[in-house]
Nanobody, 127 residues
Framework: QVQLVESGGGLVQAGGSLRLSCATS????????MGWFRQAPGKEREFVAG???????????DYVDSVKGRFTISRDNAKNTVYLQMNSLKPEDTAVYYC?????????????????WGQGTQVTVSS
């Protein structure tokens, strides 16, 4: 089973930046997707951003509208790590952020399509 280890959360003022990391173990995956989800207090967990890659056809990304232009998802294949760069953070971005992994041909937004999950990391944005 794929193990995911997250890091990079913390407390930041509005307008600041944080970078989350999610490292995978268990091998190199030629066609897979990594999603970042978040759950704020009293709310359901929601998709934030995702990246899909294939050894044969490159990669693609997807973002929820509320983070477009502020968040960037990327990956370092050599390190088996996916990053979520978060800029211009707002108080409403405060949540526990989770990375999730799946193998296959698509980049879904539904959390039940992902097989492995990280432990979660707290992001708090103060106003």
């Amino acid at each position: 089973q794929v193990q995911l280890v997250e890091s990079g959360g913390g407390l930041v003022q509005a307008g600041g930046s944080l970078r989350l990391s999610c490292a995978t173990s268990g091998g190199t995956y030629r066609r897979a997707a990594m999603g970042w989800f978040r759950q704020a207090p009293g709310k359901e967990r929601e998709f934030v951003a995702g990246i899909w890659w294939s050894a044969w056809s490159g990669e693609s990304t997807d973002y929820v509208d509320s983070v477009k232009g502020r968040f960037t998802i990327s990956r370092d294949n050599a390190k088996n790590t996916v990053y979520l760069q978060m800029n211009s953070l707002k108080p409403e971005d405060t949540a526990v952020y989770y990375c999730a992994f799946r193998q296959g041909p698509s980049l879904p937004r539904a959390e039940n399509q992902y097989d492995s999950w990280g432990q979660g990391t707290q992001v708090t944005v103060s106003s």
